[in-house]
């Protein structure tokens, strides 16, 4: 009986041996396989005391610093030459740009200049009162100017442009609701958010996504039960959304109107946190969050790779309990 058992326990140890060495292979090939592809940029305070904005190499799985400056809410330009972000810091407050090619950083404009701008449309001024949370939210390059959510807790996205040494403000969308994401395509010139607010009677899901040709009316895009704490992304070309339904991923369609299983992703005291597909829209890259124990500290990352037509996925990097993201792009 017992060389039986310790017989059966080698079998079992052996298999998940094979497995989980052709689960390595799987994604060793698969990161391989990745080409052609920008670095993953992330801003964090390291709980060692280090900070700023860096970029992680996928195929090798390192990382080196590009600025000593936090860029929280980045995000890449179209071309990948430069990101935007938010300085939130004594030093500087307000949006600023980093070129991809020297790391250079350039000012675009101070918060208290956007202060100037908001007040010609109404708008509540934001105080600055220390690092930490910004309310100036996901800074985007938009046309020949810059986009962002206006406030926390809010789903004001605010267009601006500099003509002849002078900042112009535009309104693109004003609603009551929060708002977790947005993309703009220019022409026409529409706007897809991702909203809180349930748009359809008797449906109390979340993550509701909502076309909009701007200063016309809203069309629902998508109703789903996407988790509430996920972002959602699109291709580059907007005809297509990729989300988190716990505990699948998913790509809908927008032109044939069917969803595609992805892959799935269990959460057992996690959250998912971010996704953004690849440029050429082959890969998604998203993070978990382990929420820490009795909301003690702030959640410890992983970051994921998925092939979004064969389903493999790969672990690239858990960071270490205490690091701080303040914003990732791929």
């Keep these: 009986m017992r060389r039986t058992i310790i017989k059966a326990c080698a079998i079992l140890i052996g298999i998940l041996c094979m497995f989980y060495m052709y689960k390595g292979y799987v994604g060793y090939q698969m990161v391989k396989g990745i080409v052609d592809q920008p670095p993953i940029v992330f801003s964090v305070r390291f709980k060692n005391g280090d900070r700023g904005t860096f ?44 070129d991809m090619e020297d790391y250079t950083l350039r000012p675009i404009i101070s918060l208290k200049d956007l202060n100037k ?19 100036l939210r996901m800074p985007k390059y938009y046309k020949d100017g810059y986009t962002f959510f206006w406030g926390y807790y809010s789903t004001v996205i605010c267009y601006i442009r500099e003509e002849e040494g002078k900042w112009n403000i535009r309104i693109l969308n004003n609603t009551d609701s929060t708002g977790h994401n947005y993309f703009l395509k220019k022409e026409p010139e529409t706007l897809f958010l991702e909203t809180e607010k349930p748009f359809v009677e008797n449906k109390t899901e979340t993550g509701i996504i909502i076309k909009k040709t701007i200063d016309k009316d809203d069309e629902i895009v998508l109703v789903d039960g996407t988790d509430e704490n996920a972002f959602i992304d699109m291709s580059d070309d907007m005809t297509k959304i990729v989300y988190y339904s716990e505990p699948k991923i998913y790509m809908y369609n927008l032109e044939t109107d069917k969803n595609n299983y992805i892959s799935s992703q269990y959460l057992i005291w996690q ?53 701080r993201f303040y914003g990732i792009d791929w």
């Excluded at 090798?60 to 938010?86: A, C, M, P, T």
Aim: with cysteine.
């Design 117 to 135: 701008c908001v007040k010609e449309v109404n708008l509540k001024e934001i105080e600055y009162d220390g690092p930490g949370v910004t309310q």
């Design 55 to 98: 970029k992680y190499n996928i195929k090798n799985r390192k990382y080196e610093r590009i600025s000593d400056y936090i860029f929280q809410e980045l995000s890449y330009s179209d071309d990948y030459e430069k990101i935007i972000g938010v300085i939130w810091e004594d030093r500087f407050q307000g949006l600023a740009e980093l």
């Design 271 to 323: 959250h998912m946190l971010y996704l953004k597909l690849s440029s050429d829209g082959r890969y998604l890259f998203y993070t978990v969050g382990d929420i820490p124990f009795f909301w003690s500290d702030y959640y410890r990352m992983n970051f994921f790779i998925v092939d979004t037509k064969t389903g493999n996925k790969v672990n690239l990097n858990r960071w270490e309990k205490g690091d």
